[in-house]
């Protein structure tokens, strides 16, 4: 019998992962080359629209190396159009979007030849020998514009930029009031206009494509979260049979949403490698990841709030612009949609209304981008809090407070239609403040205005919430996402007692071997160490919809711990067939089958052994101990928590600091707390670099002038504070580990409470909003136009969008 062992569930565990990725172990996509490979290297259009009049590769063909030189006129016929799995109307526009320009170039970035060579040198110097000719189009690069009448057309043959409208209105669908009558009445509205800006996932491993097509299958290595789609859509995009197609994920360093993406530069790779029957690699530069990966967020954002001089919101309205980008990529039109469910946020809210026009422009294509949409509808509604509390000389803390969902609420449907299971905001609140000292803040805060400090002090808070586990199916195809929410997992238990676990999930810094080796450590009694998981092949995992939504442990997760109940109960029928006894007397704890009231016991080694040899098993039972289980979720997971930061503002310079963050999540039951402490300083860098430093810049030509990372401002740890953080614990209820999402909470949390902390700290020099990122630059131009325009406190409160403290339009 197998000895008792500390639950693993809960256990702060090293990752198994690290030791091998940190001394170089790796097996990165760019470390594959398999014999004979030749090496790509793509040419991309320097301009942002432009018909192609001449493409002239003689020269480069000619050039030591070069084995082959294709144009996207050669493909023309069999390179098909990327695909968009997410029709959110039905009469969204599709432009056909080909991984090789063929006549017209639609941005800056885009591939227009392919070269390639016996080395990567050798193949980035041909590239110079093409010469293309281009007559320039016109440029449409604002949303607002490009929907004008006279605006140039991204896609001519559309007749329109406009990709597509959709709403959601709670009194059409029977969640709440008319939004419209909500604000007529409103004793205090408030409106405002905001920019989400254009960012870049500047995921850490470039993006790369090895293809070799000369077994069986054609094997793809793909830097990709999604080999299962890959799979899929290559084989719907270029006719291949799809059992003739393998995909593997290796070692993927990060993706942010980045990598969830069937890119232009799979479907080349795989195109060359079939036309020249060699295996073929491509690995970007860091340039290339800038303009040709895809981008993220990109909105303007239009709120109208209404409420009681009490505090009490009675009605919320959301109108937004998103840009596409050139082209439609994997889910880029329902990016802004996941946001229409969360506008809400964690508030009682009786009237909404949420309306997003999808725009085409000559931009890089954007899509998911962490926490994608989810984000930028918390930041929205957290601003606005602010905005609103100003306007009524509220405290912000005691605003939200006031229209919270309570504890003692929950299960709660919200006005946009989802049902919250779970949630203590009053607890996290709590904590945060404690951990805080926020009214001591406030009261220096109070002390270096009266004395006219040039570094004035700002407290930033969000209290978010978000959908995450992106499932159920039904629920994304009544949205018209075109695949399902489930997760599929296999347990197998071998002769020997260990244990092998096949995920459907694809990790790329998640840490998933680790934790799902907590997981079925502690349902099936036998030590972490003797857990292997296996992911992101195709041929070994051919089920799974891969990783992104925080969706990972909360529905692939259980779908490994539903197998290994699985196995338990296969288990039992053998055990109770070796003790001799009924199976209903048979109980299984810490990894041993017994005999209830007795101390016979067998251990699960000792019936998977007996399984392999099968001398003797019940009737009808099979010489193996594995099993599978797909897990669609009835719900949503919805983690929670409250952000609280204090920054230091120099009035003179414009500098920012933040002197002081602290966060507590709830996230429900925590597998690993060493992961969840990761996963969170993850995302709070990353929410912390849109509020102040990163921003995707094109000039009026279309050209993205933030092309490098010594342009496009990453932070570095030197750049980001010291992170106070805790967790509070309300299990989730829609699935038996209570578990919720927590890859992207950090994000979508910080940006707000930073953003927020920055305008608290110069709203009574009439500030009101300072536009993300929040530069030195910006931040002074914030203060200095507000003294030369003579603005004042008490006229703070226009901003980008007007006031009305009587009810009616302005």
Known sequence: MTSVQERELGRARRRKEDARLITGR???????????????????????????????????????????????????????????????????????????????????????????????????????????????????????????????????????????????????????????????????????????????????????????PTGEQLTVWSATQVPHIVRTMLAMTLGIPEHKIRVIAPDVGGGFGGKLQVTPEEVIAVLMARRLGRPVKWTESRSETMVAAHHGRDQVQKLSIAARRDGTITGLKVEL????????????????????????????????????????????????????????????IERMMDELAAELGMDPLELRKKNWIRHDEFPYTTVSGLTYDSGNYEAATERALELFGYQELREEQQRRRDSNDPVQLGIGISTYTEMCGLA??????????????????SVRVLPTGKVEVVTGTSPHGQGHVTSWSQVVADRLGVPFEDVEILHGDTQSSPKGLDTYGSRSLVVGGIAVLHAADKVVEKARKIAAHMLECAEDDVEFTNGNFGVRGTDRAISLPDVALAAFTAHDLPEGVEPSLDADATFDPENFSYPHGTHLCAVEVDTETGEVKIRKYVCVDDVGKVVNPLIVEGQVHGGLAQGIAQALYEEAVYDESGTLTTATLADYLVPSAADLPEFVTDRTETPATSNPLGVKGVGEAGTIASTPAVVNGVVDALRHLGVNDVEMPCSPQRVWRAITGTRSSGTTASEAGGGLGSIDTQGGAQ
């Open 321 to 380: 612009l998103a840009d596409m980008g050139a082209y439609l990529r994997l889910v880029t039109p329902g990016v802004p949609i996941l946001g229409a469910f969360m506008f809400n946020a964690i508030y009682k809210i009786p009237a909404y209304r949420f309306s997003c026009t999808n725009v085409f422009t000559n931009k890089t294509p954007t899509d998911a981008y962490r926490g994608a949409g989810r984000p930028e509808a918390t930041f929205a």
């Open 26 to 212: 790796t097996r990165w996509t760019d470390n594959i080359t398999p014999a004979g490979t030749l090496h790509l290297a793509i040419l991309r259009s320097p301009v942002a629209h432009a018909r192609i009049t001449s493409i002239d590769t003689e020269e480069a063909r000619r050039m030591s190396g070069v084995e082959a030189v294709i144009t996207g006129r050669d493909v023309a016929d069999e390179q098909g159009s990327l695909p968009c799995a997410w029709p959110i109307t039905e009469d969204m526009k599709h432009p056909a979007a080909p991984a090789l320009a063929v006549d017209t170039v639609r941005f800056a970035g885009e591939a227009v030849a392919v070269v390639a060579a016996r080395s990567a040198a050798e193949a980035r110097d041909a590239l110079d020998a093409i010469d293309v000719e281009y007559e320039d189009l016109p440029v449409v690069l604002d949303m607002e514009s490009a929907l004008q009448p006279d605006s140039p057309l991204v896609h001519p043959d559309l007749g329109t930029n406009r990709n597509a409208t959709w709403t959601f209105d709670s009194a059409e669908a029977g969640t709440g009031g008319d939004v419209e009558q909500a604000l007529a009445d409103a004793e205090v509205r408030v409106e405002r206009t905001f920019r989400q800006q254009r960012l870049i996932p500047a995921f850490m491993e470039p993006r790369s494509v090895v293809v070799d």
């Open 472 to 489: 159920p199916s039904r629920v994304l195809g009544s949205l018209s996402y075109g695949a399902g929410g489930w997760e599929h997992a």
